[in-house]
């Protein structure tokens, strides 16, 4: 969100509010902006706004291209450098530890953070309650991704490049309601997770256990993880169930926004 010039001048530091604004404005621009339509934009005084830009210019942040008399302003790609150092250094094990506590407590069933690693499903983080039956889903635990909700969450927006090896892969499951491996039944079965927004286990993995997850994405508008309840299948129902799902989809808005997007539901191109 760009921040107004009132917003700016009632900021600690209006110089660098406006200088945010400026960068923000570049970037959300779908064409290059010359010096007087950006000053316009942003509300920012015509030799402000052109301070700003011969310092952004000067650090490679940002360029011009000169038609005639006319100069043409764009961001440069040295921020993607910056977002992606600082994607590198997110520890998704700590990214949501308190909100995911939250949601425990809310349905009394731990809360995971699932990653895709070849074609199985790696725990990277879990909040659980003192006490409670304790699943064998512990950080570090491996499981095949199409019979988990976590899984199956983030392989439905998998670009298709992505996807396809991953079909001759599929693993049959032990539970009492396991699907046979069938690569276009798995693919309509994806289809049916982006259309709801999550992503249902009922059974299919082991017998009494049901996990419900949600996807989330980065900057790039790809999907980097999952997170999910699980419990007993018997007791993943009704109002609980509706918790647990309000919350996930929640909870992966919130992850993914601190990963840097700025839309929850990003479709596979």
């Not at 064998?136 to 899984?151: C, E, I, M, R, S």
Request: proline share 6%.
């Amino acid at each position: 969100m760009t921040v107004n010039r009132d917003d700016a001048e009632r900021s600690p530091s209006p110089a660098a509010a406006r200088t945010l604004t400026v960068l923000e404005t570049l970037v959300n621009s779908e064409d290059e902006l010359t010096l007087t339509a950006l000053a316009k934009a942003t509300r920012i005084p015509l030799a402000s706004c052109a301070s700003i830009l011969y310092t952004l210019e000067q650090h490679d942040y940002a360029a011009r291209r000169v038609v005639g008399r006319s100069h043409f302003w764009r961001p440069t790609l040295r921020l993607y450098g910056l977002a992606t150092q600082l994607v590198r250094k997110v520890d998704l094990s700590s990214v949501a530890q308190r909100e995911m506590r939250d949601l425990a407590n809310l349905v009394g069933m731990p809360v995971h953070i699932g990653v895709l690693t070849g074609a199985s499903v790696v725990y990277v983080a879990k909040a659980e309650l003192p006490g409670f039956i304790q699943f064998d889903t512990y950080p570090g635990k491996v499981a095949p991704f199409n019979l988990t909700a976590l899984g199956k969450a983030i392989a439905a927006y998998l670009p298709q490049d992505e996807l396809e090896p991953l079909l001759g892969q599929l693993s049959p499951g032990r539970g009492p309601k396991a699907h046979p491996a069938d690569a276009d039944a798995f693919v309509a079965e994806l289809t049916e997770v982006r259309a709801r927004g999550y992503a249902v286990e009922d059974q299919e993995e082991q017998t009494d256990i049901a996990c419900l997850a949600a996807p989330f994405f980065n900057a790039t508008g790809g999907v980097v993880g999952s997170v999910g309840v699980t419990g007993f299948a018997k007791e993943l129902t009704g109002q609980r169930r509706k918790q647990a799902r309000t919350g996930l989809v929640e909870l992966a808005r919130t992850i993914s926004h601190r990963l840097g997007a700025t839309e929850q539901i990003h479709h596979p191109a």
